[in-house]
């Protein structure tokens, strides 16, 4: 499989299915992207006692990077083969400490895209669908 060659959609789904690794990122943040569609990821992730800030509670970095990868992989499940993207600013609200030890659901939504920007915002939620951060985003669109 020559990544070089798919689209972000394709490469996206190609992750889901197994076919192709998910990025190291997953490993050092547990999330893992389990529906991919033009425009729209989700993804469901989980701090545990690794991710802790000095007073114990979770770091605020967890929701910042789970927020980036959801608003970057809406943007990339848009672009065709050899094309790629960077965040180039990534404006995130907290809104409720984020729990350790459950699951969550983030969803990542492309708002706009044009040939050099990709506009994005995501959200991370409870299962049941407490609000526990937002995000919106803009990517560099990488060509050639």
Request: some cysteine; charged content about 20%.
């Given at each position: 499989?020559?990544?070089?060659?798919?689209t972000?959609?394709?490469?996206l789904?190609?992750?889901?299915?197994?076919a192709?690794p998910p990025?190291?990122?997953?490993?050092?943040i547990?999330?893992?992207?389990?529906?991919?569609?033009?425009?729209?990821v989700?993804?469901?992730?989980?701090?545990?006692?690794?991710?802790?800030?000095?007073?114990?509670g979770?770091?605020?970095g967890?929701a910042?990077?789970?927020?980036?990868s959801?608003?970057?992989?809406?943007?990339h499940s848009?672009?065709?083969p050899?094309?790629?993207?960077?965040?180039?600013?990534?404006?995130?609200k907290?809104?409720?400490?984020v729990?350790?030890?459950?699951?969550?659901?983030?969803?990542?939504?492309?708002?706009?895209?044009?040939?050099t920007?990709?506009?994005?915002?995501?959200?991370?939620?409870?299962?049941?669908?407490?609000?526990l951060?937002?995000?919106?985003a803009?990517?560099m669109?990488?060509?050639?």
């Amino acid at each position: 499989m020559k990544i070089e060659t798919m689209t972000g959609l394709d490469i996206l789904q190609a992750m889901i299915d197994g076919a192709l690794p998910p990025p190291s990122i997953a490993e050092t943040i547990p999330m893992t992207l389990t529906e991919v569609e033009e425009g729209k990821v989700t993804f469901k992730a989980t701090a545990s006692d690794a991710h802790l800030n000095p007073l114990g509670g979770v770091h605020g970095g967890f929701a910042a990077a789970v927020l980036d990868s959801v608003t970057g992989c809406a943007v990339h499940s848009l672009l065709g083969p050899g094309i790629g993207y960077g965040t180039i600013d990534l404006n995130i609200k907290m809104i409720r400490p984020v729990p350790k030890n459950e699951e969550l659901i983030a969803e990542g939504k492309t708002l706009n895209l044009s040939k050099t920007l990709g506009i994005s915002e995501g959200t991370l939620r409870t299962k049941d669908g407490k609000l526990l951060a937002t995000a919106t985003a803009t990517c560099m669109i990488l060509r050639g």
